[in-house]
């Protein structure tokens, strides 16, 4: 099951607002940036993951 970045902040929201504490715009762009963040640093380290091995090669020498 796959949950979106808006769904990850509107559960969040939904936490915060249940224990009285108040949601100000402030805190909606910040959990919003958090979880964007998070999205992005996993979408980033599945291509490290599923990226080919790097085979180093030893350059030609020059010729003279």
């Known amino acids: 099951m796959n949950i979106t970045?808006?769904?990850k902040a509107d559960i969040v929201a939904?936490?915060?607002e249940?224990?009285?504490a108040e949601l100000t715009?402030?805190?909606c762009r910040e959990l919003e940036r958090v979880?964007?963040?998070?999205?992005?640093?996993?979408?980033r380290f599945i291509q490290k993951v599923?990226?080919?091995e790097y085979?180093?090669?030893k350059p030609e020498p020059r010729r003279r």
Do not use: F, V
């Open 35 to 43: 979880i964007a963040g998070d999205a992005a640093r996993r979408e």
């Open 55 to 57: 085979h180093w090669k």
């Open 5 to 7: 970045t808006r769904q």
């Open 14 to 16: 939904a936490l915060i």
């Open 50 to 52: 599923r990226s080919p």
């Open 25 to 27: 715009p402030y805190l």
């Open 18 to 20: 249940r224990g009285n």
